[in-house]
Nanobody
Framework: QVQLVESGGGLVQTGGSLRLSCAGS????????VGWYRQTPGKQREMVAT???????NYAASVTGRFTISRDNAISTVYLQMNSLKPEDTAGYYC????????????WGLGTQVTVSS
């Protein structure tokens, strides 16, 4: 069974915006740290933004000030608002939900493609 499903990717011009969503099917979703990662062919997967179960955020330097991660635990969903997009933001974007205490869990979605054209 798939635990995380991303949506909202697509083609956008430089300077445009997209909002990615990640819908979870996880028990006690509020207890998980969540995050967004991106990857292009031949490159290592890169952390874009994380949001802990306690509400702490962290962003990659390349997206700070442009991207915002948020969550709605009532509907078990994680969002990534992406503004002022650049061609270098082009990548597959993946959602992650992780719990490192108690019974450890680490879930990944299958990704959604974001393409930013010049």
């Amino acid at each position: 069974q798939v635990q995380l499903v991303e949506s909202g990717g697509g083609l956008v011009q430089t300077g445009g915006s997209l909002r990615l969503s990640c819908a979870g099917s996880i028990m006690s979703f509020r207890d998980y740290d969540v995050g967004w990662y991106r990857q292009t062919p031949g490159k290592q997967r890169e952390m874009v933004a994380t949001l802990s179960s306690g509400g702490r955020t962290n962003y990659a330097a390349s997206v700070t000030g442009r991207f915002t991660i948020s969550r709605d635990n009532a509907i078990s969903t994680v969002y990534l608002q992406m503004n002022s997009l650049k061609p270098e933001d082009t990548a597959g974007y993946y959602c992650n939900a992780k719990k490192d205490w108690g019974t450890r869990r680490d879930y990944w979605g299958l990704g959604t493609q974001v393409t930013v054209s010049s």
